[in-house]
C-alpha cells in the first residue's frame, strides 16, 4: 500500500510542476509491410499473343478468342486479402479454372512458374487463390476470392493464369486446372 501511494505522490508532483507526461508513441510501420499501407497489385487489358513485355497474353486462341480481356485487382491489408478477376469476350458459358501464380507472364504458358502458395506448400483454396469462373452468354464474367491471410510482401504473386478446366478441389490432383489458356501479369499499384 505504501509503494502505491507514494507512486500516486509522485505523480501529482509530476502534474503540479508541469513535468512533460511521457506519451508512448506507436512504432512507425515498416514500408510495405502487412497492414502498413497495405499491398495493391494490377494488371490486365486486352489478351494478345505473346510478345516481349506483353502484360496479357493468350496460349490458346481457341478458348481465349482476339479481343478477349481479362483484369485483375488484389488487395491485401494486415490479415485478409482480396482478389477481384473480369473477364470479357471469352467462350459463352464455359467454366475456366483461375489462379495466381509466383512469376511474370512469358512466351511460353509455364513460364508463370507455380501457383501462388500463402504458408505451405498443397493445394488448397485456402493457401492459394483460386477465381474460377463461369462465363455468360457473352463471355463476360467476374469472380472474387478472400483469404484470411495477407499477401507476403517480400514474395508476391506476379501474375493470374487462366486454365482451361475448372479447379479440381480434392484429392492428389488437387488444384490442377488443365492447360494455361491465358495469362495477365501483375504489378504492384
Not at 512504432?27 to 494490377?42: D, E, N, Y
Amino acid at each position: 500500500m505504501r509503494v502505491l501511494v507514494a507512486l500516486v505522490a509522485v505523480g501529482l508532483l509530476s502534474v503540479a510542476c508541469g513535468a512533460p507526461e511521457a506519451v508512448p508513441q506507436p512504432a512507425a510501420p515498416t514500408p510495405g509491410a502487412p497492414g502498413a499501407a497495405g499491398v495493391r497489385l494490377s494488371g490486365g487489358g486486352t489478351l494478345a499473343a505473346p510478345a516481349p513485355k506483353a502484360s496479357a497474353v493468350a496460349y490458346n486462341v481457341r478458348l481465349a478468342p482476339p479481343g478477349a480481356s481479362a483484369r485483375l485487382t488484389a488487395e491485401s491489408g494486415a490479415v485478409l486479402a482480396t482478389s477481384t478477376l473480369t473477364v470479357g469476350g471469352l467462350l459463352p458459358e464455359r467454366t475456366y479454372g483461375a489462379h495466381l501464380h509466383v512469376n511474370p507472364c512469358g512466351a511460353k504458358p509455364e513460364d508463370a512458374g507455380p501457383h501462388y502458395q500463402h504458408a505451405h506448400s498443397h493445394a488448397s483454396a485456402d493457401n492459394e487463390v483460386w477465381l474460377d469462373f463461369t462465363t455468360d452468354a457473352r463471355g463476360a464474367a467476374t469472380a472474387t476470392a478472400k483469404q484470411d491471410w495477407a499477401f507476403v510482401p517480400t514474395r508476391l504473386p506476379r501474375s493470374l493464369v487462366i486454365h482451361a478446366k475448372p479447379t479440381t478441389k480434392t484429392g492428389a490432383d488437387a488444384g490442377t486446372a488443365g492447360p494455361r489458356v491465358a495469362c495477365v501479369t501483375l504489378a504492384e499499384r
